[in-house]
């Protein structure tokens, strides 16, 4: 290490199509009878192109080699999951309302404590979660039918602390404790 600052930055870029294929349905229905056309082939099902991307950054601190302290931040724009663009069932396309995006920060610390025998580590954490999507698979034990529920446009926030801590008194024996305290709360309906 030549200073006690360090810092580091990430841009990524994501894009990803996502496509669909069922052997064993058919792929048109016979107009004149209603029922599945055998001889039609397979059922394909193609996404458009969905684009994505993050950006983060952060830095930190040593005071000394058993004290540093860091904070960091990023902005994530998260191509959504294949449940939330075809319906798996049907093949049918969900209309997405876009990426689910989350903007997060942290601060938190690392401590080397008694000659390097106890580590304790400890963050807090605030993270805004727009647009999420939740997919479920759904089955009517009435009907015998199955479907898929699909929750867009959700948004959450999330805050908390956490802390572990290792005690490491003799090469042989090392005791690990960990907690966390959150606050994980959905602030749309």
């Known amino acids: 290490m030549n200073g006690p600052i360090t810092a580091y930055a990430m841009v990524g870029f994501s894009t990803i199509r996502y496509e669909y294929t069922n052997h064993f349905v058919a792929n048109k229905v016979d107009s004149t009878t209603g029922e599945p ?16 991307g993050q ?20 902005y994530v724009s998260k191509v959504p999951i294949f449940d939330a663009v075809i319906n798996d069932k049907t093949g049918d396309l969900i209309k997405n309302e876009g990426n689910e995006k989350f903007i997060s920060f942290e601060i938190g610390s690392n401590l080397n404590l008694l000659k390097n025998k106890l580590k304790v580590k400890s963050n807090l954490y605030f ?16 009907t015998g039918e199955e479907g898929i529920v699909v929750i867009t446009n959700m948004d959450a926030q999330h805050y908390g602390w956490e802390i572990d801590a290792a005690y490491q008194p003799i090469s042989l024996l090392r005791l690990d404790a960990a907690t966390s305290f959150g606050n994980w709360k959905t602030t749309s309906d």
């Open 37 to 52: 056309d055998p001889d039609s082939g397979t059922l394909k099902q193609k996404s458009d192109w969905i684009t994505g």
């Open 127 to 142: 993270t805004t979660w727009t647009n999420q999507t939740v997919t479920d698979s759904e089955y009517d034990q009435f």
């Open 55 to 74: 950006v983060k950054g952060g830095i930190s601190y040593r005071f000394n080699p058993s004290i540093q302290f860091y904070g960091n931040a990023g």
